[in-house]
C-alpha cells in the first residue's frame, strides 16, 4: 500500500519475503555442500521432507513450489518499489 510516497508492506507481503529469504539460504546452503563437501546434501527441504525414505515427494515438491510463487510475487514488490521511487508529480504540484 502507497503512503504518501512510501511503500507500506502488509503481513502477507511479509511472509512472502520470509519465506524468498528462507529459500534463498537454501539454496546458498546446497551450492555450498557441493564446494565443500564434495556433493554432500545440505538442502534442508529434502533432509525434512525426504528422510528415511518417506513417501512424501509431493510435500517437497510443494515446499519448492510456494517458494517459487514466492519469488514471482517479489518480483512484482521490486516494480512496486521502482515505481514509488519514481513519482511523478501531479499537476497542482508543478505549477
Same mark, same amino acid.
Given at each position: 500500500?502507497?503512503n504518501e @510516497?512510501? *511503500?507500506? !508492506?502488509?503481513? #502477507?507481503e511479509?511472509?512472502?519475503? &520470509?519465506?524468498?529469504?528462507? /529459500? &534463498?539460504?537454501?539454496? =546458498?546452503?546446497?551450492?555450498?555442500?557441493?564446494? !565443500?563437501?564434495? /556433493? /554432500?546434501?545440505?538442502? #534442508?527441504?529434502?533432509?525434512i521432507? @525426504?528422510?528415511? =525414505?518417506?513417501?512424501?515427494?509431493? $510435500?517437497?515438491?510443494?515446499? +519448492?513450489?510456494? #517458494?517459487? *510463487?514466492a =519469488? $514471482? +510475487?517479489?518480483?512484482y514488490?521490486? +516494480?512496486?518499489?521502482?515505481?514509488? /521511487?519514481?513519482?511523478?508529480?501531479?499537476?497542482?504540484?508543478?505549477?
Open positions: 500500500m502507497n @510516497g512510501q *511503500l507500506r !508492506l502488509n503481513w #502477507v511479509w511472509i512472502v519475503l &520470509a519465506v524468498v529469504i528462507i /529459500g &534463498a539460504i537454501n539454496w =546458498g546452503l546446497v551450492g555450498a555442500a557441493h564446494f !565443500l563437501t564434495d /556433493g /554432500g546434501n545440505w538442502n #534442508v527441504v529434502n533432509l521432507f @525426504g528422510a528415511d =525414505g518417506l513417501d512424501v515427494i509431493w $510435500l517437497e515438491n510443494a515446499v +519448492y513450489l510456494i #517458494v517459487g *510463487l =519469488g $514471482l +510475487y517479489e518480483v514488490m521490486a +516494480y512496486r518499489i521502482y515505481t514509488t /521511487g519514481r513519482r511523478v508529480p501531479s499537476r497542482t504540484e508543478t505549477a
